[in-house]
């Protein structure tokens, strides 16, 4: 009887307490507007767990779809990485997030970023990134670029020979990696030999790795193992950067053979020049950002050309007339790359159903309505690629791959957005059409090729890739 009489009291106390929450809630919300539908989840952890593990299964889109049909098509509330968050859906809350950078919102980092990027601390992540989208563009434009296709050619003849030729069988991710990472080091450091790149490929695998991982600092864990990996980066970094000074003051480097050059010689509106750990981090965003989205794209296209026979015919078809216009020895250019229009189409409709950027976060920087609803400052705003990529309202049966949708004028505005968009829209764009296009032009031009997995399960995480690394058996044209 007494343990009935505590469990009433228990109740009673419980009906008053949400009652008073009730009444609060309802005049707060009166008076400074109502949040978007959705719920927190978890204590601390939110709905994190959820989030990564429908990636984690191959359906990220899951955790956006599921609760776009329960609470809003437009907008919903959630709570992320420890971070109350709302997630803007369609191509209306790409347009606003993008139309609003540093207006309304800023770009967003988890803190733990700080401890991978140390020199980052010194100014707020909203400066750093303004400070590089000024300096790149001279260097990333298309006619900036033009000059470096030879380049690019070059370093996926050589790998092509030396990890794709003469095998039966290959995993293509990890070749694919090899191949972005070996660009990326050539282009933005002038690092190109092999026995070089090795030496960075796996501290930036465990760098890549720890930075998605939980942010625990404990020997052993992928955290504490990506800060150490990126500190020996920075390490090795600095020396280049030290031996480039010298090199420019002598004569002996140009100052438009790659990035790290521009960065040198480049002064914000100051006068300033950056500091040689500013310079490293900066480069070491690069490389990481620079190959690892593009190593994706590539894998999935090789998956998508196993599986569509006719559309690998008609990107063969336009590579090989490409490549018989060659003299011997002679290299791609600009004009071979204006003519891989098909191409370029079939990439897009990959990077559609298999985006490497499943999307990002912004912060609310002051408090704002949308769709009604209240968005309070410090809350954190998420963009979704695949809450139009496959979405039947923006595009007519969203799981059939069509590279036709990318004819003419292509996709309505917002609906595509493999590279983000607005002030924040990656820089490196027109850099990943390039290395793709270049990576199709030798894969075709080479070899046919099945996959050796079927029903490969694809991981989320965060960029998809094939849980095996999606292995082949290769064909060669000359067999």
């Known amino acids: 009887?007494?343990?009935?009489?505590?469990?009433?009291?228990?109740?009673?106390?419980?009906?008053?307490?949400l009652y008073l929450n009730f009444i609060f809630y309802k005049n707060k919300s009166s008076s400074s507007g109502v949040f978007p539908p959705g719920k927190t989840g978890w204590p601390v952890v939110g709905e994190t767990l959820e989030f990564l593990t429908t990636g984690w299964k191959g359906h990220p889109e899951k955790f956006i779809f599921d609760r776009m049909t329960k609470y809003s098509s437009k907008v919903f509330r959630t709570h992320l990485l420890g971070e109350k968050a709302a997630v803007l859906c369609g191509a209306a809350g790409n347009?606003?997030?993008?139309?609003?950078?540093?207006?309304?919102?800023?770009?967003?980092?988890?803190a733990?970023?700080?401890?991978v990027f140390p020199s980052s601390n010194q100014t707020s992540s909203k400066e750093e990134a303004i400070k590089m989208r000024k300096m790149l563009p001279n260097f990333l434009k298309p006619e900036a670029l033009q000059r470096y296709i030879g380049i690019m050619d070059h370093i996926a003849q050589r790998h092509f020979t030396d990890d794709w030729e003469n095998k039966n069988e290959i995993v293509v991710f990890p070749l694919a990696k090899k191949f972005t990472f070996w660009l990326?080091?050539?282009?933005?450091?002038?690092?190109?030999?092999?026995?070089?790149?090795?030496?960075?490929?796996?501290?930036f695998d465990l760098l890549a790795s720890?930075?998605?991982?939980?942010?625990?600092?404990?020997?052993?864990?992928?955290?504490?193992r990506a800060i150490k990996a990126s500190n020996f980066i920075r390490k090795e970094l600095v020396a280049i950067i030290k031996q480039r000074k010298l090199d420019l003051a002598e004569g002996k480097a140009s100052p438009t053979q790659d990035i790290l050059s521009h960065m040198l010689?480049?002064?914000?509106?100051?006068?300033?020049?950056?500091?040689?750990?500013?310079?490293?981090?900066?480069?070491?965003?690069?490389l990481i950002g620079g190959h690892d989205t593009a190593s994706s794209a590539c894998t999935f296209i090789v998956k998508f050309l196993a599986e569509l026979p006719e559309v690998y015919e008609g990107v063969y078809k336009e590579q090989i007339e490409i490549a018989n216009s060659k003299a011997p020895g002679e290299l791609l250019n600009w004009e071979d790359i204006k003519k891989m229009k098909y191409s370029w189409n079939v990439a897009c409709e990959v990077m559609r159903l298999a985006p490497p950027l499943q999307g990002a976060f912004r912060e609310a920087i002051t408090d704002f309505m949308y769709d009604g609803f209240k968005i309070p400052k410090g809350w954190k705003l998420y963009w979704s690629a695949n809450s139009t990529h496959r979405n039947p309202e923006f595009f007519t049966e969203p799981l059939k791959f069509d590279p036709s949708r990318f004819e003419g004028s292509g996709p309505a505005p917002y609906t595509f957005v493999p590279f983000g968009g607005g002030p924040r829209m990656c820089p490196g764009k027109e850099y990943a059409r390039l290395e793709i296009l270049v990576f199709m032009h030798h894969l075709v031009k080479r070899f046919k090729w099945d996959k050796l997995i079927p029903d490969e399960k694809i991981v989320v995480n965060p960029m998809p890739i094939p849980a095996k690394g999606l292995p082949v058996r290769l064909y060669p044209h000359n067999a």
């Open 1 to 17: 009887m007494e343990f009935f009489y505590v469990s009433l009291i228990g109740l009673f106390v419980s009906l008053v307490f």
């Open 112 to 115: 733990s970023f700080d401890k």
């Open 210 to 224: 720890g930075l998605i991982s939980l942010p625990i600092d404990l020997p052993g864990t992928p955290f504490n």
């Open 95 to 110: 347009k606003f997030l993008f139309s609003n950078e540093n207006k309304l919102v800023q770009a967003w980092w988890p």
């Open 184 to 203: 990326a080091c050539r282009l933005f450091v002038s690092v190109e030999d092999p026995n070089h790149v090795a030496k960075f490929a796996d501290p």
């Open 265 to 286: 010689l480049t002064s914000d509106e100051n006068g300033k020049f950056m500091h040689e750990l500013d310079i490293a981090d900066k480069i070491l965003g690069l």
